[in-house]
């Protein structure tokens, strides 16, 4: 096992995920600026300053006090960094370096595997407790039904999640993303739905809507994604970044998995008492066939 220390740096969390992890020790100004940033992002740090404090009810002044809060030399280093995440949300696996770039060979096991370990440690350590705990006590609530989509490789995620928890507890549902299949089942989402939906970089237009669609009739979202968000947190209730890096041309999905067996184990030991008979009555139908 190799040293923690020793691994390869991951990506930082984005702005977004650390300014919703700083956002009670934020002044009330500085909280009108994180709450329109988070709810157009990264777009509406893109404006003018004049813009951004418009569009925020506080004085240009308290737009740049926050931009300095958040440890930015000035509004132009702030514009910057969210540009430069923009572009990294953007990043295809053609436009990342290639495997023998650099005359290197490819990737070995080993090296492959000491960057999933950096992955899943920052995934841990950039997470706040509290955010885990409260999509975990949304997915234990029985009064609640629950939905899980996923986009073109984030969906066999979701489809793993719907086919644990469906055994743990009642009301629980996959929903194929692509609008076709999706429309109808709005019909039937409200204020006591939850949709969790998988969505990393390059994010799916259809995940997107589907999650929009979601939030407008009431239900509340929840976003498993990467460090630069997808454009669902503008609608989420409660955002899960994974960190995805690789050694390849390909992110990785090992953060997004840890989070969802993290949360799948911890919805079943916090419904045991009714999820024991249900995971009981299974294993005798399997015996019976």
Do not use: C
């Not at 990342?96 to 899943?120: C, R, S, V, Y």
């Not at 799948?264 to 045991?272: D, M, S």
């Amino acid at each position: 096992m190799p040293d923690l220390a020793s691994l390869p740096p991951v990506d930082p969390p984005s702005l977004a995920d650390r300014i919703r992890h700083e956002m009670e020790y934020f002044t009330p100004s500085e909280k009108r600026a994180a709450h329109v940033l988070l709810s157009h992002y990264p777009f509406a740090g893109l404006e003018t300053v004049a813009e951004f404090a418009a569009r925020a009810g506080i004085s240009a002044p308290s737009v740049l006090r926050f931009v300095t809060r958040l440890g930015f030399s000035g509004f132009p280093d702030f514009q910057k960094h969210l540009r430069e995440e923009l572009e990294a949300q953007l990043l295809s696996p053609l436009a990342k370096a290639g495997p023998l770039d650099n005359g290197q060979a490819a990737p070995a096991l080993a090296a492959f595997a000491e960057a999933t370990i950096a992955n899943l440690r920052a995934t841990v350590e950039n997470i706040a407790p509290a955010e885990f705990n409260a999509v975990v006590t949304l997915l234990s609530d029985q009064r609640r039904t629950i939905h899980f989509t996923g986009g073109r490789f984030t969906g066999a995620l979701a489809r793993y999640a719907e086919s644990h928890l469906r055994i743990v507890r009642s009301h629980v549902h996959a929903i194929d993303s692509q609008p076709a299949l999706w429309r109808d089942r709005m019909i039937e989402i409200g204020r006591k739905d939850v949709l969790v939906v998988f969505d990393i970089r390059r994010y799916q237009d259809d995940s997107v809507l589907l999650a929009e669609t979601a939030a407008k009739q009431g239900a509340t979202v929840v976003l498993v994604t990467d460090p630069w968000l997808s454009p669902i947190a503008r609608v989420a209730r409660h955002v899960l970044p994974a960190h995805v890096t690789a050694p390849s041309n390909w992110d990785s999905s090992a953060g997004l998995m840890l989070l969802t067996e993290a949360l799948i184990g911890a919805v079943t030991k916090r419904l045991w008492e009714t999820a024991k008979p249900r995971m009981e009555a299974v294993e005798r139908l399997r015996r019976s066939e």
